[in-house]
């Protein structure tokens, strides 16, 4: 039986009704403790209990569980962020096999950009948008916290000391979620509309 995580349950709970499946499995990756890539879909299916017992509305474990298996591929490259991706031995994760192959134990928030300009193909988010090129702090900070079994709290210090020794860019700070890029990426990278 796992021991559940009242973190995991006490979250999941504050987005009520609106706690999407894949939203649910990402924090069970990011504060459940674990050694192995992804998480296991018993495990998973374990939280979806707590929360059906424990909630104060109405929470469906057996949709809840229907939903990550409709969700669930076995396709090791990004699909979307709706995708729940098979990791194999019946473990699941919210990023595809190929970046915990690539990324798997690291914390090198640097690589982690790298990784996600060129390696990730149809990875949207590093793309323009209205906040830039980049990788989204919050999303960069998710991701290296799963792939790289890391606290999200020192990531997001890693983040800030790499930005602070002139490392890694970001746009606005006090946007929610400025992007993030390799410095010497910050010319080359950069929003045409700027020179207008």
């Given amino acids: 039986m796992t021991k559940i995580n009242e973190r995991i349950v006490s979250e999941a709970e504050s987005r009520s009704q609106n ?8 924090l069970v990756e ?4 674990n050694r192995e890539m992804g998480v296991s879909r018993e495990t998973v299916a374990q939280y979806s209990e707590a929360l059906a017992n424990g909630a104060e509305e109405s929470f469906n474990s057996g949709a809840f569980d229907e939903t990550v298996d409709a969700r ?3 396709i090791e490259t990004w699909v979307d962020s709706n995708t729940i991706y098979s ?5 699941i994760s919210v990023y595809p096999a190929s970046w915990h192959g ?5 914390t090198n928030i640097r690589e982690y950009v790298r990784f996600l300009r060129d390696d990730a193909e149809d990875f949207e988010v590093f793309g323009p948008r ?3 090129y980049g990788v989204p702090e919050s999303k960069l900070i998710d991701i290296v916290a799963v792939i790289g079994q890391a606290d999200p709290d020192a990531v997001k210090a890693g983040i800030e000391e790499l930005r602070d020794r002139g490392e890694i860019v970001e746009g606005p700070d006090q946007h929610p979620d400025a992007r993030v890029r ?3 990426d910050a010319e080359e990278i950069q929003d045409p509309t700027l020179n207008k």
């Fill in 19 to 26: 706690l999407l499946a894949e939203e649910l499995v990402e």
């Fill in 87 to 91: 990791l194999g031995n019946n473990r």
């Fill in 72 to 74: 669930t591929t076995d």
């Fill in 130 to 132: 209205g906040t830039g």
């Fill in 182 to 184: 390799i410095a010497e």
């Fill in 102 to 106: 690539a990324l798997s134990g690291s």
């Fill in 30 to 33: 990011i504060y459940h403790p």
